[in-house]
């Protein structure tokens, strides 16, 4: 009889603990008792004679697509049966809502360095962010390239580009080679730039624009902005220099810390590192602005140790409005 009683608390002990690692793991907001809080239970339940015996059962529950493993004690009395069930879940770094990739822990909207984590909707943008100032936008279907200049790998998959604007003269933002990589597969492709540019590239046929213009290139709205490459030194002529804003949502003022004419920014590419630049006024720059989201360019002149102390003052700056650093590396997708 003695085996038979047994056998059933520890059935009926087993079929409690499922019960409650169903409920702990399925239901929103349920928590698991610490190990240290269960075993303290047991241990008060000892000290006045109870005789008890603890039984440990690990537990792998698949949710979704997050194994959750949990740790049940289970608290027998060996004369009335099960006294408690008491669950432990182990503790993890990573919050409520977050995910795990490699040693990073990435909120539930930023993206992955491999891709993003949700889905594009209709209309909206994928940025591509290439060495130094190059960037690539994709929209329906469709490319639009900045700045790709020799600083930056040679461009190798421009099919379906509309447009390359390129914001001024200097060498790191453009180079014949790279426009002709691009002009290669997408030889309807217009390229945009203002006057200092047209001189440079005079073998290529270049619109000019200015600051203020609106053009429309494919699904892409560009309007303009600056007018003035920033001073590196008087010694050095200040060329052409104009900003520009894809479809009211990315703002990339090439070389300058001219601002746009808009009530919000979502996205903002900030000059991290320049011969033309202090870390001082693209702390100001971003603190001025206040955008949504911003992300370092401008960044292949300095080292490794230059580049992590610029991203850390820039997320310092967008933190100080509400906003939110994403730590775009050469390669790296967001969805705009």
Same mark, same amino acid.
């Given at each position: 009889m003695s085996a038979v009683l047994v056998s059933? %608390?520890?059935v009926r002990a087993v079929i409690m603990g499922i019960v409650v %690692?169903?409920?702990v793991v399925s239901v929103p907001g349920v928590g698991c008792l610490p190990l240290r809080a269960a075993m303290m239970l047991v241990v008060r339940r000892m000290v006045v004679a109870v005789p008890? %015996?603890?039984v440990a059962v690990v537990s792998t529950v698949r949710r979704s697509a997050t194994v959750v493993r949990c740790v049940i004690v289970l608290c027998v009395d060996t004369g009335r049966g099960v006294v408690g069930v008491l669950v432990h879940r182990p503790h993890s770094n990573t919050p409520r809502g977050y995910q795990r990739q490699g040693s990073d822990t990435i909120p539930p909207d930023i993206p992955s360095r491999a891709g993003m984590l949700h889905t594009r909707q209709n209309g909206a943008m994928k940025l591509t962010k290439l060495e130094h100032a190059a960037l690539i936008v994709e929209?329906?279907?469709q490319k639009?390239?900045?700045?790709?200049?020799?600083?930056s790998t040679p461009i190798t998959d421009a099919t379906d580009t509309v447009a390359v604007v390129i914001t001024h003269e200097h060498a790191d933002h453009w180079t014949p080679e790279q426009l002709n990589r691009i002009l290669e597969t997408s030889p309807d492709a217009t390229i945009y730039g203002p006057e200092g540019v047209a001189a440079a590239a005079s073998d290529f046929k270049v619109t000019t624009v200015h600051a203020g213009d609106t053009v429309e290139a494919g699904p892409f709205t560009l309007r303009f902005f600056g007018g003035k490459h920033a001073v590196i030194h008087s010694s050095i002529p200040i060329v052409d220099n104009v900003g520009v804003v894809v479809n009211d949502a990315l703002v990339y003022p090439g070389d300058s810390f001219a601002a746009p004419d808009l009530s919000e920014i979502n996205v903002l590419a900030v000059p991290s590192s320049a011969p033309?630049?202090?870390a001082s006024?693209?702390?100001d720059y971003v603190l001025g602005l206040k955008p949504r989201h911003a992300f370092a360019t401008h960044e292949m002149v300095s080292s490794v140790v230059g580049k992590q102390m610029a991203n850390g003052r820039i997320q310092w700056a967008v933190e100080q409005g509400g906003g939110r650093y994403l730590d775009l590396q050469p390669g790296d997708t967001y969805d705009i």
């Amino acid at each position: 009889m003695s085996a038979v009683l047994v056998s059933a %608390v520890l059935v009926r002990a087993v079929i409690m603990g499922i019960v409650v %690692v169903l409920a702990v793991v399925s239901v929103p907001g349920v928590g698991c008792l610490p190990l240290r809080a269960a075993m303290m239970l047991v241990v008060r339940r000892m000290v006045v004679a109870v005789p008890f %015996v603890p039984v440990a059962v690990v537990s792998t529950v698949r949710r979704s697509a997050t194994v959750v493993r949990c740790v049940i004690v289970l608290c027998v009395d060996t004369g009335r049966g099960v006294v408690g069930v008491l669950v432990h879940r182990p503790h993890s770094n990573t919050p409520r809502g977050y995910q795990r990739q490699g040693s990073d822990t990435i909120p539930p909207d930023i993206p992955s360095r491999a891709g993003m984590l949700h889905t594009r909707q209709n209309g909206a943008m994928k940025l591509t962010k290439l060495e130094h100032a190059a960037l690539i936008v994709e929209s329906e279907g469709q490319k639009l390239f900045i700045d790709p200049g020799s600083f930056s790998t040679p461009i190798t998959d421009a099919t379906d580009t509309v447009a390359v604007v390129i914001t001024h003269e200097h060498a790191d933002h453009w180079t014949p080679e790279q426009l002709n990589r691009i002009l290669e597969t997408s030889p309807d492709a217009t390229i945009y730039g203002p006057e200092g540019v047209a001189a440079a590239a005079s073998d290529f046929k270049v619109t000019t624009v200015h600051a203020g213009d609106t053009v429309e290139a494919g699904p892409f709205t560009l309007r303009f902005f600056g007018g003035k490459h920033a001073v590196i030194h008087s010694s050095i002529p200040i060329v052409d220099n104009v900003g520009v804003v894809v479809n009211d949502a990315l703002v990339y003022p090439g070389d300058s810390f001219a601002a746009p004419d808009l009530s919000e920014i979502n996205v903002l590419a900030v000059p991290s590192s320049a011969p033309w630049l202090k870390a001082s006024e693209f702390i100001d720059y971003v603190l001025g602005l206040k955008p949504r989201h911003a992300f370092a360019t401008h960044e292949m002149v300095s080292s490794v140790v230059g580049k992590q102390m610029a991203n850390g003052r820039i997320q310092w700056a967008v933190e100080q409005g509400g906003g939110r650093y994403l730590d775009l590396q050469p390669g790296d997708t967001y969805d705009i």
